[in-house]
């Protein structure tokens, strides 16, 4: 489930004025781009769901961003349809 709430996430959003997006089928890579974005500030963070098993991928990254950067706030983008957004959410997305 979500970590912050709507006008938690919104207001980070507006406060930061950037969110970074990426996307990589390596969580090694990911991880490596979003703690870069982090330690440039980046405090909203975008995993397209493209590829496959990419919601595994996002899976493996809440938890690891939630260890070791408890204020970033992790979404998702690309979701077209209301069961891969349940999903999502499932696995902890703050943003679709």
Do not use: W
Request: proline content about 3%; charged content about 15%.
């Amino acid at each position: 489930m979500a970590q912050f709430s709507r006008i938690q996430v919104y207001n980070q959003m507006q406060e930061t004025g950037i969110i970074p997006l990426f996307y990589n089928n390596s969580s090694e890579v990911c991880y490596e781009v979003i703690k870069a974005c982090y330690a440039g500030g980046a405090r909203v963070f975008e995993i397209t769901n493209r590829g496959d098993f990419a919601h595994e991928l996002f899976g493996e990254l809440i938890k690891l961003c939630r260890k070791n950067f408890p204020d970033l706030i992790l979404g998702t983008g690309s979701v077209m349809d209301g069961p891969t957004a349940a999903l999502y959410l499932q696995l902890g997305s703050n943003f679709i």
